[in-house]
């Protein structure tokens, strides 16, 4: 069936270095790729998103980049701080089931060492 | 309201015990998804809501979960005979609809079955 990867599971970083987060998806078909943040015991709130047509995109410090013949995309923060310790779920929808559930990554804790 | 609201915000049902949860999606959001979410991993796709119409109930994970939006708007998910492996923050999420369009989270019911 539709799955996802995440990894790594856990990332620590010093502020101000740069954090990359990785997934792989199954389904050649998905063409939509959110990433949401989750602080504890908050809502996941979406920070970046990227479509199937697009090969990179950028927000401020934050950037995705989507290889559709790999099956891969990527989560880039530059610079970080304190405030972008939660954890990051990828996903991907839009696959041959036709419908637009996300099938979310397993998660990534990120933490930034002041 | 401004955002999605999901009530209650936490629940302890005995096993055994019925439970409802309910969602409240933005107004005017066709799409409406319900999501399990275990400690520490990410949120499992359980059902999609297009208006009132249930479109796919592909991951309700067994026939005691019923899920229903007799109206379009607000949704419940009822669990019936409750077990411990229910135990999990079931989230809520809606969209404006259409394919890749940004799903909007509520903060969750965390439901803990003893």
């Known amino acids: 069936g539709e799955n996802v990867e995440q990894h790594p599971s856990t990332l620590s970083v010093q502020e101000g270095d740069s954090a990359v987060i990785k997934c792989t998806y199954s389904?050649?078909?998905?063409?939509?790729f959110p990433w949401y943040k989750q602080e504890l015991g908050k809502r996941p709130q979406l920070i970046i998103d990227?479509?199937?047509?697009?090969g990179e995109k950028k927000d401020q410090r934050i950037a995705v980049t989507l290889n559709k013949t790999a099956k891969h995309f990527s989560l880039h923060i530059t610079e970080t701080q304190p405030e972008d310790s939660a954890v990051y779920f990828c996903?991907?929808?839009?696959?041959?089931?036709?419908?637009?559930?996300?099938?979310f990554g397993t998660g990534t804790r990120l933490k930034v060492l002041a | 309201g401004a955002g999605v609201s999901q009530s209650p915000r936490y629940k302890v049902a005995k096993r055994g015990q019925d439970v409802a949860l309910r969602c409240d999606p933005i107004?005017?959001?066709?799409?409406l998804f319900w999501y399990q979410q275990a400690l520490g991993q990410g949120p499992e796709f359980l059902t999609y809501?297009?208006?009132?119409?249930?479109?796919?109930k592909s991951g309700l994970p067994s026939d005691r979960f019923f899920a229903e939006r007799p109206e379009g708007s607000v949704s419940t998910l009822k669990i019936q005979r409750t077990q411990q492996e229910d135990s999990a923050v079931y989230l809520c999420?809606?969209?404006?609809?259409?394919?890749?369009?940004?799903?909007?989270f509520g903060q969750g019911t965390r439901l803990t079955v003893v």
């Open positions: 999420a809606s969209s404006l609809g259409g394919l890749n369009t940004e799903a909007f």
């Open positions: 389904d050649s078909a998905s063409n939509y």
């Open positions: 990227i479509r199937s047509n697009v």
């Open positions: 996903a991907a929808s839009g696959g041959f089931s036709g419908t637009y559930k996300y099938i």
């Open positions: 107004s005017g959001h066709v799409s």
């Open positions: 809501f297009q208006n009132e119409a249930q479109l796919d």
